[in-house]
């Protein structure tokens, strides 16, 4: 069964950083597409980052030259450095990973981290 | 960048009832691409549907998907009382490579 569990989320001054983990079961996650995806408090699904398995990484236009994604093969575990939070980046994060078979949707989720820019 | 605009925002409906979700693109997309997600208050998303009409493993068969082009649609052929939920579509493309619509609310009439 696979397992995506996330955590590092927390309350952090505008500013600040944080440094959110995923660590996965049943799951491999040097060998499939990893991402992180967001859901603002009340609102919808937006799309932040993807790790794929060459290492090529993207990143939303709200969150690039900020948030770097990353992955430990040795510890099955995909990474988000944050840094230079934002009020507007207090979300609730979520892990997931996305089908590398050519359909390119999130095929698993984790069960989420807050994190909370406020001061 | 592609933006999903779906509708209506919020579908009020019977249970046994059927419903019917939309999802419109800005620019033509591939059907490969696009997918339907599911999510219950305090749940993480869910995967439904993806290149356009495939179900995921698990997903019952009242749940179908369909279209091409710029049209979308997730029906649910007889909404059962689990079905009450958020719904997102979602598209990859070039840049950004994932984008999701703002979602559907179905709630209990």
């Known amino acids: 069964e696979v397992q995506l569990v996330e955590s590092g989320g927390g309350l952090v001054q505008p500013g600040g950083s944080l440094r959110l983990s995923c660590a996965a079961s049943?799951?491999?996650?040097?060998?499939?597409?990893m991402s992180w995806v967001r859901q603002l408090p009340g609102k919808g699904l937006e799309w932040v980052s993807v790790?794929?398995?060459?290492?090529?990484?993207y990143y939303a236009d709200s969150v690039k030259g900020r948030f770097t994604i990353s992955r430990d093969n040795s510890k099955n575990t995909v990474y988000l450095q944050m840094n230079s939070l934002r009020p507007e980046d207090t979300a609730l994060y979520y892990c997931?990973?996305?089908?590398?078979?050519?359909?390119?949707?999130?095929?698993?989720w984790g069960q989420g981290t807050l994190v909370t820019v406020s001061s | 960048e592609i933006v999903l605009t779906q509708s209506p925002g919020t579908l009020s409906l019977s249970p046994g009832e059927r419903a019917t979700l939309s999802c419109r693109a800005s620019?033509?997309?591939?059907?490969?691409?696009l997918a339907w997600y599911q999510q219950k208050p305090g749940q993480a998303p869910r995967l439904l549907i993806y290149?356009?009409?495939t179900r995921a493993t698990g997903i019952p068969d009242r749940f179908s998907g369909s279209g091409s082009g710029t049209d979308f649609t997730l029906t649910i052929s007889r909404l059962e009382p689990e079905d009450f939920a958020v719904y997102y579509c979602?598209?990859?493309?070039?840049?950004?490579?994932?984008?999701f619509g703002q979602g559907t609310k179905l709630e209990i009439k």
């Open positions: 997931a990973g996305v089908d590398s078979s050519g359909w390119y949707c999130f095929d698993y």
């Open positions: 049943g799951f491999t996650v040097n060998s499939n597409y």
């Open positions: 790790i794929y398995t060459a290492g090529s990484t």
């Open positions: 620019q033509s997309i591939s059907s490969t691409y």
């Open positions: 290149g356009a009409s």
């Open positions: 979602q598209q990859y493309g070039s840049s950004p490579p994932y984008t």
